[in-house]
């Protein structure tokens, strides 16, 4: 009988708590600045595009559009070979942040570039839930 392996999960730290506790609500949130008005991906401690730590949360659409991505078919870590292959991509989210996700729902071979995406929730744990994409409601596959 196969052993079945957890997936690893994050640990959340200081800047990151609120962004994955809200993920595990089933929230997609970024952290924004309150000096040049830009969000980021990954929640830091000051902004990237200004230095500012004037910082606030903000609710995200959960909507975004395959920036890149890449078929894994030979996963490197033991847990994730029942699930080869697999999409990773890089979204491009409405409010401007990039992050890393992997597209679910649709045959590998056919996500591409531009596709319109909408994020769900992975459960990893009883606490921690990871964003990932799937297309867009309507799109085409
Ligand atoms: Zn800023």
Not at 32 to 61: N, Q
Request: hydrophobic share 35%; net charge neutral.
């Amino acid at each position: 009988m196969a052993e079945t392996l957890s997936l690893p999960a994050p640990t959340p730290t200081g800047d990151s708590k609120e962004y994955w506790s809200a993920a595990n609500d089933g929230r997609l949130i970024l952290r924004a600045c309150r000096t040049c008005g830009k969000p980021m991906f990954y929640p830091r401690g000051h902004c990237p595009a200004c230095g500012s730590g004037d910082l606030e949360w903000r609710e995200a659409s959960g909507e975004g559009v395959v920036h890149a991505c890449t078929i894994v078919h030979r996963a490197p870590d033991q847990a994730f070979r029942a699930r080869a292959p697999y999409v990773i991509a890089l979204v491009d989210l409405k409010e401007g942040p990039r992050m890393m996700a992997n597209i679910t729902d649709c045959p590998p071979e056919e996500v591409r570039i531009g596709m319109p995406v909408t994020v769900w929730f992975e459960a990893r744990s009883e606490t921690i839930a990871i964003p990932q994409f799937r297309p867009a409601q309507g799109e085409k596959k």
